[in-house]
């Protein structure tokens, strides 16, 4: 029964499941909806931005030849011979010492190539004088000066953030090519498991990964199914798995991959014909971690163990889903930090610690008790530290690796 | 017309901000609805975790003292008396050379003081034989050692993420305090903007703001409702503001908050009986947003200029809905960095700059064209560059201060 395993290097663990990952087809989504998604297209300047030559500053637009030997002594005066707002076009054309009421965003009317600000102006009856010289251009915004129509603005596979809807929105686009999100069912074995509105018995723990990993894809946006292990025998799990490959583009089972007797995933990948792609990892936590394929379907299957589970997740599975997303990186960043206190432990193989990172200070410490079986850490962590495998203990003020997982704000600004 | 406006400090200004904001109440949500809400209460441990001594392998429980003097000269054989799986109890009592067969997160049965990996064992018929001698406590996650029951594991303030999640389902949460996240009335004004699907006209621009404060609202998984400005005079923009305050907790308008003729928002504030915390802050871009407090709802009046407008998000609004969200930190990261381009320009005023942050090499540049009207260089940025007022241009390799707005990936492992 002790089935015999491979153990590979979570690198090459990882770059096989990246080479594995299929990109989802493309669809298009709604504007407001496309956050989250990653650019199916390139986006090319349909038009120049700004599209005309226009007022960055509320004042008048004036030409600049005639604003020549001004200054204090010598306050030259314009005549006001029209007003614009933002979005309207004056049809007057300025002569000599005429000048055009603008608001910020008009457009520059004809005959002008400067623009005074206001409060560079003193008003008069007729219009305003001012005191110093403009020259041409001078506070003007030109077309074409941000991007020109044709230029490739931003390439495929580039995360839709608010930054990019703004880009998205003054294209004038409504809709926008994506690759369609992977659907996931959640599959979490383990008889010891309770779920949430059933009594705690003695030996029964709650069910903790299911609902982490579906707030890790909701975080991608990803909705998932959780599916329910009613019974502990090979058939019902495997109808499980073949009903969730049924629908699904990623399974992800938790618990049930341990060494052991009453695993049954290894026989089931065998029944369903998945190509595993490792089965066992140079890592800690979660060296029993296996990926397999099926056809175009991925097969995660994670530890039961919160913090392995979880370590497996961002390792493996999240990579994934940003490349079938068709992400250009799916990769997390990982930096340099000092350790600031003593990690006693040896490292048989590579060491995976849910870390507080302090980004600011570039200081890095184990989030609190950190075995494979944690919890609590995993909450208090923005980040794992990596270290190598073949390595003994590290001492405070060590530089390590630190794989940043998410964002934190802090108390005070800056 | 001319509204005269006395400048604060950016510091100040977000201060304000902060001091004014208030709380939302409290309410209870489902934990699978839960993520990206702030914990209104602390997290108090329920019962040990573990909950009771657990077996951390897939092996055999035994008494420690049977293994005494076991060596590959002297296998020490042990008789199997029982078979457990997680979730289950054995109900034998160990005596001194009999084992139970165990499963990863089963229970430690009685008598049993230590845990055998499985490939520590050479199997027999009766059980197995092992070489090497264990101590009492050996390969046991004691009950309590993650935490004990009382221990305050969260505490308020705290933002629910994944990690957070499986913490919460250990503890048998089903529901959990939140306060309530705020809503928000978005205006996008300006006689320039042509909606989505309207012609764009001569002198016209789209509207980009407007998805993308609603993208940034999103994001904190805040839903917005758009309010469309169709006149263009003080009476309608007024009922508009009214309709969204008599609805909202937050109101963002976009646009018209320059120093103009055109500009309604004074009057608006004005007639709203609504206190002007600033209406001027020393930063560029943005130095004519204006935040206002009506009781316990807040005005925004952001730029309508897209990197200005984005900028004073960052800076006033996210961190008041933090506030109001519970949250106990509210502001975003700000480390050093390293430019990595010469920024000649000099800076009267504090400076933000959408910028792109190397994270791991801790170098940063603008994100590209960077005026105050600027779309792209928001999309390209994960970061702003913060050049205090006063100073002159920074040089290539000189040191800055470094927002971060968000995480970027990268494209290799580490």
Redesign the interface.
Known sequence: M?EKRTVIDV?EA?NRCIIYATEMPTTEVE??KS?GYYLAEDIIASYD????DKS???GYAVRSAATAGASGDNRVAFKSID?I?????SDKTLSHNEAV?I?????IPSGADAVVM??QTVATEEGFTLRKSFTSGENI?KQG???KKGDV??TSG??I????????????Y?QVAVRKRPSVALIAT????AE??AE?T???????????????L??MHIQTESYRVTE?HFEHLLSIVQQALSKHDIVITTGGV?????DFMPAIYKAIEADVLFNKVAMRPGSVTTVAVKDEQMLFGLS???SAC?SGFELFTK?VI?KMLG?????????EAELSEDFTKANPFTRFI?AELD??N?TVRPAG?N??????A????NSMI?LPGGTRGFQNGDTV?V??T?????????
Chains 1, 2 share one sequence.
């Open positions: 002790l690198q990882i504007l407001e956050l931005i700004p599209m005309f960055p500053y509320d007003h707002g933002a979005g309207s076009v009421r608001m910020t965003g008009a457009p206001l409060e915004s000066e941000e991007c603005i931003l580039t995360l953030t608010p930054g990019v809807i703004a880009v998205l929105a003054t294209f004038s409504q383990g008889s010891e498991l949430a509105d705690l003695p030996g029964k723990i709650r069910n903790s990964n299911g609902p982490m990993i579906a707030g890790l909701n975080e502990d341990s060494v052991g007797d009453f039961g163990n919160p979880y990579p940003k992400a250009k990186h799916v990769h997390a960043p990982v930096m849910r980004i600011v570039r008790f075995k494979s079986n944690a919890v609590v995993i909450a208090k962590s990596i690796k794989m940043l998410r964002l934190t704000d802090q108390g005070q600004s800056w």
